[in-house]
């Protein structure tokens, strides 16, 4: 497959279903699940400091720090396998993502809440390439003023770009589900400004 565009209004969405082949995307899932110093992330909620439901950790070149609802991460080194998708992406879309953001959602309770990805350091209309692995599970979007929502299967070795205002726009989330399900793994490649 390739990456094609998702019809989403003032937004810009496109997806590949099978970014990655099936071998090489449980050797990933496998490498990421062992290799990565998974944390709980605190994070404000309703001015209120909580742990976020799902194990996390932010990775990037030295200085990409990042301010994420309230606190401030240093960003961990690249593990290998993840530079090498950093090169296929700089190659695929021409941008050096310079940070991702890992997810680890250990079951269906796991889940991430409406956001939207828009911090300064990622300037006014960002490429976000979300790369996921694991358990197929539900991503939403919806229009912050109210408008038309969104929802994507997002399976093993897909990769979704969110571009141009679809974060200005959206909102978007990755919901819980009371089905079995195993864990999941998400990467979202970011670039950000250093030095801020
Ligand atoms: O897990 C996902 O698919 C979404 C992750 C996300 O929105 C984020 O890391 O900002
Ligand atoms: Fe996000």
Not at 21 to 33: M, N
Not at 36 to 53: C, K, L, N, T, Y
Not at 106 to 133: F, K, N, T, Y
Request: glycine share 10%; hydrophobic share 40%.
């Amino acid at each position: 497959m390739a990456l094609s565009a998702i019809p989403l209004p003032d937004g810009d969405l496109a997806f590949d279903p099978t970014w990655l082949d099936a071998g090489p995307a449980d050797a990933l899932f496998a490498a990421l699940s062992a290799g990565i110093a998974w944390q709980v992330h605190r994070i404000r909620m309703f001015g209120r400091e909580v742990d976020s439901p799902r194990r996390s950790c932010w990775i990037g070149d030295p200085g990409a720090s990042y301010r994420y609802s309230g606190t401030r991460f240093e960003p961990h080194p690249w593990p290998t396998v993840l530079l090498t998708l950093r090169v296929r992406l700089r190659a695929e879309l021409g941008v050096d993502f310079n940070s991702v953001l890992a997810n680890l959602y250990r079951d269906g309770g796991d889940r991430m809440g409406w956001h939207s990805d828009d911090e300064p350091e990622l300037g006014p209309r960002p490429c976000i390439a979300s790369v996921s692995l694991g358990a197929t599970r539900r991503f939403l979007l919806k229009r912050r003023d109210g408008g038309g929502r969104l929802t994507l299967e997002l399976p093993h070795g897909s990769l979704l770009l969110m571009r141009g205002d679809t974060q200005r726009r959206y909102r978007h989330a990755l919901a819980r589900t009371t089905r079995p399900v195993g864990p999941r793994i998400n990467l979202t490649f970011r670039r950000i400004a250093i030095g801020g």
